[in-house]
Each structure stands twice: as C-alpha cells, then as structure tokens.
Nanobody
C-alpha cells in the first residue's frame, strides 16, 4: 500500500519561502507522475507543479519563476520549493502520484498560510 506524506507547510509572511516535502512509502511501486496540487477554501484543487514519466516538469502559470519542483529518487521524495510567497498562495498543498498501472495516490495535505 502506497502512502504519500507531506510536510513543510506552515505560516509565513508575504515574500517568504517554504519547502514542502512528499515522501512515498510502503511499496516499491514506480510512478510515472508525481506532482503538487493545492486547494484554497471555496476553490477547486489545481495543479501547481509536476514531473511526468519522461522527467519533464510542468508548472502552473502562477508558479513559474517562484516555485521549483525537484525530487530525490533515492529517498522517494518530491520537493516543492516556494519563494516569493503571496497571500493568494494560501491553500492546502497535496502531493499526488500515479503509478505505472495508473493507480492514483494522494497525500493528506499540508497547510500553507501566507500573511500579508
């Protein structure tokens, strides 16, 4: 059973930075997709950044130039470095992975709050 566990959220002032981590554990499943999503109150969950099977990265427009997705395959961990944070970045951030069998996995989410 695959488990995704996020960490690194918290409260930060506008202009600050946070680094989120997502550790995949419980299986040796390989993933062809790993990424970060976020969901603000009253809004739909949206993609922030992701890796595809070819190693290509994809960023939402609001994340370009401020956020960086990276990974450490030896630790089964995906990171999201977030810089120049804005109040509108406040949301619960979720890690998602899709296996080669197209099973979808979600983490429990980590709260990011940016104060003005």
């Amino acid at each position: 059973q695959v488990q995704l566990v996020e960490s690194g959220g918290g409260l930060v002032q506008a202009g600050g930075s946070l680094r989120l981590s997502c550790v995949a554990s419980g299986s040796t499943v390989s993933f062809n997709f790993m990424g970060w999503y976020r969901q603000a109150p009253g809004k739909q969950r949206e993609l922030v950044a992701s890796f595809s099977s070819g190693g290509n990265t994809n960023y939402a427009d609001f994340a370009k130039g401020r956020f960086t997705i990276s990974r450490d395959n030896t630790k089964n961990t995906v990171y999201l470095q977030m810089n120049s944070l804005k109040p509108e970045d406040t949301a619960v951030y979720f890690c998602k992975a899709v296996s080669l069998r197209l099973d979808h996995y979600w983490g429990q989410g980590t709260q990011v709050t940016v104060s003005s």
